[in-house]
């Protein structure tokens, strides 16, 4: 059984009189089969000349028609153009067209609107069929290698979104990354659209729509904090400029790994302007989730019933663990409930000793004690953490449940606003976190609180030194009034004459400290919050200018009342 094929531009009006032709055709003769291409005019010549070159014909005009094979397809047998289909029809079926000029012309310009309008219909769809552009660096790392799978079939950004996975890392790392790509493509995830591999940060952040930050700096041995500090800070800073030049305006940057995470995302903060700081966080989860199960080995439960323990504080470094809300579910114990019942989890543990010290002596270690059994860094556990704050960002978390988050400080709690601390949030199904800001703290949590936050500024202080406050200088000692080589007091008139000089140079050196006081603290406002990002020797302004001792007036008489003797 053969068919025909008509080709056109949507726009001809003889391809619209042989479409109308062949139409009447299909509806009265059953077995007449019918094929339309329709181009749009600008693409209607290169599609023609290929179209001929792959089958070896010869034709310059709109409409092309020829007849093929249904089941054998092949390269067909041409009819030509117009004026030639409508001949074959009048041979073979005894009929022919009778639609005026007129009309022609009508159909040719619907025919045209027709096409814009279904090309921007199916664009459309391919925009809702774009996948979702997801990068991670330090692709290297055992973190990424665990978490890939459940990114690629859908447990992260939902089961109707398409993945594209860029993995990034050093150019030493590339053979490595390959073999990676290679695996994770043979997972045959249906989502899974693309994997690629890269050492060029722009190629590996453009157009993403999820971060995540693996890097870790290692603190050298005889490495200065602050040294590593401003290590971590330049490296960051790096990826903020360019992650905020072009990656999208609502990409969800997530900073991990094991070090200064907080003050990492802080850094990044400071640099973006089109990303929202509300988009840049830090995980916490890790800290949270070896909280569970600490607490989850002590009561015998699994330690997905353990909800709603909080961190607060600073992730990688000093916190504050919060079970004064937590909950358990499915405990056995003698009172049993639905699956939604749960108890108070210092109710269950009933040892507030154990909670005060073991407990977080065993959360401190958690970390070195699961390394050492493993000889390496257990990166499966916080891969799962990374994996199920990003689920949770992109989809919302569990309605009653409150989960921890290093988010940017709006002063909530009294933490300083612009500080990465980490809180107790829920997350949205529309993507946004929100801080819990009802939970009331004693004085003593709210003063531990405060000393993280002295530990954060501390780490801010590397880069954004504090403006400097001098040393007020202390007044000056009353001067003695001068006497005679024979010890006596000079005559009224002298003393008086010699007073008002004294007088004159006390207010002269008065007026010369306070221009000495005055010069001291402009100089140090000049480097107030002044980032110390490339040239690190600008760390000690403050002090150096604070050993610079204020100007002093000089005394106008002379030793032994020299002056005196003048006058006299």
Known sequence: MAKIVIAGTADCPYYAKVELLADKLAKNLPGFQLHKIVRKPSDWKDWLQKTCKERGWVHSKSPLIWRELVDRGGK???????????????????????????????????????????????KRFQNLSEPLQVCITNASSDTCYHMLHAIAKGDVFGEESEIAIRLYDTKDNMEYLEGVRMETVDLACPLLREVTITSNPHQAFSDCSAVILLDELEQGTEEAKSDWLKRNAEHFVHYAKIIDEIAKQGVKVIVAGNGPINFNAFMMIQYVTNVHRQNIVAVSR?????????????????????????????????????????????????????????????????????????????????????????KRTPAFSQAAAVVSLLAHWWNGSPTGQVFSLGVCSEGWYDVPEGLVFSYPVTMSPKGYWNVVQDIELSDENKEKIQNIVKELLSEKYAIYPPPYVPTPTPPPEPTPPPTTPGGESKKDGEGSEAGEKTEDSDKDKETSETEGSTTATTDSDNDENKPILEKIVEDQVGEETAD??????TPSEGKDGSEGKEEE
């Open 286 to 374: 890790m800290v949270e989730n070896h909280a569970k199960a600490i607490l989850a080995e002590r009561l015998k439960v699994n330690s997905a019933g353990v909800v709603d323990l909080l961190i607060w504080g600073n992730a990688n470094g000093t916190v504050y663990t919060d079970v004064s809300k937590a909950r358990v579910h499915n405990y056995d114990g003698a009172i049993w409930g639905p699956p939604f019942y749960c108890r108070s989890a210092v109710e269950l543990v009933h040892d507030a000793k154990w909670l005060e010290k073991e407990f977080l002596e065993l959360l401190q270690s958690r970390m070195e004690t699961v390394q050492t059994a493993l």
């Open 548 to 553: 610079v001792p204020p100007s002093a007036g």
């Open 76 to 122: 067909g047998v041409l009819i030509g153009g117009a004026n030639d289909f409508q001949e074959y029809v009048f041979g073979y079926y005894g009929t022919e067209s009778l639609v005026t000029s007129d009309d022609i012309k009508k159909v040719a310009s619907e025919n045209l609107q027709t096409k814009e309008e279904v090309d921007e219909e199916e």
